[in-house]
């Protein structure tokens, strides 16, 4: 499944290959291609294992050898905000020149190596995803892979490329709290989006994609950091109650659905939310036409206190 989705994904996303001799690659996972891995693990004896196990950079390599990419190449594996982040190291690239445009590939897959870790820490929901609902209790996962291609402003875009966001401002941080539980009052969520919306009023920030996994704590965080980061009241909105948590895949697959939005200037509803335990927020809950939705902040979250934020607004079209 890893080669199937990872190879759907990146066709998707292709320039054309008279330019990817110059185009770098950045593959953003939490796990990556777990089969290798336990295909290792269960080896009969270690005489019969390889000298090492499967890395994520073979993962890396693979792809770069598949498609013929020249650029820079790196893996970024930062919990389930791999996405994101990753989006953001390739903007960083573009922006110092060290490459003129960068394709980023994020994927997991929801194995049984990842059900028994969640069902471990017991973050799977027994019946559905409702985030920020009074009812939540948990995730569910989903298996994913999304791709994206970063260049510069001035950099020409194929003709078969789709909705073109303009990266305005980014944001990573960590607070280093817990393990796998975030800080309660959300400092490290909030340097994120403090970073990443410096320059702008926030009061420009139409929208808000949330991480809204479903679990009691990260909800709870993130709402914290809505109520206190902005007085005018955004939409508010998540993805995962519809797709499910995609760990390292959700960041790039929810920066692709700001372009649906900004595109078709709507705001979709958190699916699974029917009693929002913030009321004070603007959670949408109906699909909703936002004629003059023009930016749009996505933020993600993950273990270990680590903390992504992005935001886009409508690139102009090519050519202009």
Same mark, same amino acid.
């Given at each position: 499944?890893?080669?199937?989705?990872?190879?759907?994904?990146?066709?998707?996303?292709?320039?054309?290959? *008279?330019q990817?001799?110059?185009?770098?690659?950045?593959?953003?996972t939490?796990?990556?291609?777990m089969?290798?891995?336990?295909?290792?693990?269960n080896?009969?004896?270690?005489?019969?294992?390889?000298?090492a196990?499967?890395?994520?950079?073979?993962?890396?390599?693979?792809?770069?050898?598949?498609?013929?990419f020249?650029?820079?190449?790196?893996?970024?594996?930062?919990?389930?905000?791999?996405?994101l982040?990753?989006?953001? *190291?390739?903007a960083?690239?573009?922006?110092?020149?060290?490459?003129k445009?960068?394709?980023?590939?994020?994927?997991?897959?929801?194995?049984?190596?990842?059900?028994?870790?969640?069902?471990?820490?017991?973050?799977i929901?027994k019946?559905?995803?409702?985030?920020?609902?009074?009812?939540?209790?948990?995730?569910?996962?989903?298996?994913?892979?999304?791709a994206?291609?970063?260049?510069?402003?001035?950099?020409?875009r194929?003709?078969?490329?789709?909705?073109?966001?303009?990266? *305005?401002?980014?944001?990573?941080?960590?607070?280093?709290?817990?393990?796998?539980?975030p800080?309660? *009052?959300?400092?490290?969520?909030?340097?994120?989006?403090?970073?990443?919306?410096?320059?702008?009023?926030?009061r420009?920030?139409d929208?808000?994609?949330?991480?809204?996994?479903?679990?009691?704590?990260?909800?709870?965080?993130?709402?914290?950091?809505?109520?206190?980061?902005?007085?005018?009241?955004?939409?508010?909105?998540a993805?995962k109650?519809?797709?499910?948590?995609t760990?390292?895949?959700?960041g790039?697959?929810?920066?692709?659905?700001?372009?649906w939005?900004?595109?078709?200037?709507?705001?979709?509803a958190?699916t699974?939310?029917?009693?929002?335990?913030?009321?004070?927020?603007?959670?949408?809950?109906?699909?909703?036409?936002?004629?003059?939705?023009?930016?749009i902040?996505?933020?993600?979250?993950?273990?270990g206190?680590?903390?992504?934020?992005?935001?886009?607004?409508?690139?102009?079209?090519?050519g202009?």
């Open positions: 499944m890893w080669e199937k989705l990872t190879t759907q994904a990146i066709t998707a996303a292709l320039p054309p290959l *008279e990817r001799h110059d185009c770098g690659l950045i593959l953003a939490t796990k990556g291609d089969q290798p891995v336990e295909t290792w693990l080896a009969d004896g270690q005489e019969h294992r390889s000298s196990p499967p890395l994520l950079s073979d993962n890396l390599n693979k792809l770069a050898q598949r498609f013929g020249g650029g820079p190449k790196m893996v970024v594996s930062t919990a389930c905000s791999s996405g982040t990753a989006i953001i *190291e390739a960083m690239l573009v922006q110092t020149g060290q490459a445009q960068m394709l980023v590939c994020a994927a997991d897959i929801a194995n049984g190596f990842i059900q028994d870790g969640f069902n471990a820490l017991k973050a929901s019946t559905r995803c409702r985030p920020f609902d009074r009812q939540r209790d948990g995730l569910a996962l989903g298996s994913a892979a999304a994206c291609l970063v260049t510069s402003s001035d950099h020409p194929h003709a078969a490329s789709g909705p073109s966001l303009l990266l *305005e401002g980014w944001g990573i941080s960590c607070d280093a709290t817990h393990l796998t539980a800080d309660r *009052e959300a400092s490290g969520l909030m340097r994120a989006v403090h970073s990443a919306i410096a320059g702008v009023d926030s420009s920030i929208a808000v994609i949330l991480h809204g996994t479903g679990t009691p704590y990260n909800d709870a965080m993130e709402a914290f950091a809505m109520c206190r980061l902005f007085a005018h009241r955004p939409y508010l909105t993805a109650g519809f797709l499910g948590h760990l390292g895949a959700s790039v697959m929810e920066t692709d659905l700001a372009a939005m900004l595109h078709q200037r709507v705001v979709p958190i699974g939310l029917e009693d929002p335990q913030w009321p004070e927020l603007n959670f949408v809950r109906q699909a909703t036409v936002a004629t003059d939705l023009k930016r902040l996505k933020t993600a979250s993950g273990f206190g680590l903390n992504a934020a992005i935001l886009v607004s409508m690139a102009k079209p090519a202009r």
